[in-house]
Nanobody, 128 residues
Framework: QVHLVETGGGLVQAGGSLRLSCAAS????????MAWFRQAPGKEREFVAA??????????YYAESVKGRFTISRDNAVNTGYLQMNSLNTEDTAIYYC???????????????????WGQGTQVTVSS
């Protein structure tokens, strides 16, 4: 079992950057597939980015809306995942959640219901 805590959200102007962190405790985060999702007011939760657990491939998956602007990564030494967000725009405003799951097949990495563990979320607000 793993416990996840996101930090790093805040208010930023359009064009700015933020780095979100997802600190894991309990089991090693590297033994899970890890993903970031977000939910904007009045909208459904949407996939942002995902990466496989260590040893199951290095391919990283991004939503089209963030490709080229966001980077997902993981530092196994400190058991923490990250989401670097650059060139932010107002449409990126949302609560961002990190998630971890086991046994996911590639086609399931974008599906939130496949992840067993979730953080509490961190608010990102982008002003124009």
């Amino acid at each position: 079992q793993v416990h996840l805590v996101e930090t790093g959200g805040g208010l930023v102007q359009a064009g700015g950057s933020l780095r979100l962190s997802c600190a894991a405790s309990g089991r090693a985060l590297s033994t899970y597939a890890m993903a970031w999702f977000r939910q904007a007011p009045g909208k459904e939760r949407e996939f942002v980015a995902a990466m496989r657990e260590r040893g199951r491939g290095s391919t990283i998956y991004y939503a089209e809306s963030v490709k080229g602007r966001f980077t997902i990564s993981r530092d196994n030494a400190v058991n923490t995942g990250y989401l670097q967000m650059n060139s932010l725009n107002t449409e990126d405003t949302a609560i961002y959640y990190c998630a971890a799951g086991s046994g996911l097949i590639t086609s399931s990495l974008r599906l939130g219901e496949q992840y067993a563990y979730w953080g509490q979320g961190t608010q990102v607000t982008v002003s124009s």
